[in-house]
Structure formats: structure tokens, C-alpha cells
């Protein structure tokens, strides 16, 4: 499971502190456990929030369901010939 990002987490938060607060406002509960099922809803609505908003995209590259599948041999060869410029080698950088 990936990690979440900053607005996952920013979106998470907001929605625990804000609808906890308006929850106690409208319920004008004071008891103890009132207080804990208040808390504890808030907290799965937050979760709630945190796992529906899109995680960003990657540069890495497109996903392994965009790559398009592996040529035979006989049809990358004609490919090849299409004019188009072949890709430059990835550089890595060099252990520090």
C-alpha cells in the first residue's frame, strides 16, 4: 500500500477537527461516551476523506497497463526503420 501524500493527510486532519467540533456544537452532548462516539465517527470520517482524495501521479513513466505489450522479433526489426530517433540510455548517477 503506498504511502499517503500531504493532502491525504492535510484532507484527513481538516475533516477530524471540523466535523468533531461542529458534531459537538450540534449535539451539546457532555458525557463521556458521548464524547467517544463523536470522536470515534469523526476519526472514520477523516479516514473516509483521506483514502478518497487521488494520490498524485508519478514521472516514473506510464503504469504497466499503458505500456503497450512486447513486439515479436520479425515486427520490432520493421519497425525500427520508421525514421524515428532512437532513445537516449537512461544516465544514472554514480554511487556516492
Not at 482524495?53 to 513486439?71: C, D
Amino acid at each position: 500500500m503506498p504511502r499517503p501524500s500531504v493532502a491525504q493527510f492535510a484532507y484527513g486532519s481538516c475533516t477530524v477537527v471540523f466535523s468533531t467540533m461542529a458534531m459537538l456544537l450540534l449535539s451539546r452532548t457532555s458525557s463521556g461516551p458521548g464524547i467517544a462516539v463523536i470522536a470515534a465517527a469523526a476519526l472514520g470520517l477523516g479516514l473516509l476523506v483521506a483514502m478518497t482524495v487521488p494520490a498524485p501521479r508519478t514521472a516514473a513513466g506510464p503504469s504497466p497497463a499503458e505500456q503497450p505489450a512486447e513486439q515479436p522479433a520479425g515486427e520490432a526489426a520493421e519497425s525500427s526503420h520508421t525514421g524515428a530517433a532512437p532513445a537516449e540510455p537512461v544516465r544514472e548517477p554514480s554511487a556516492p
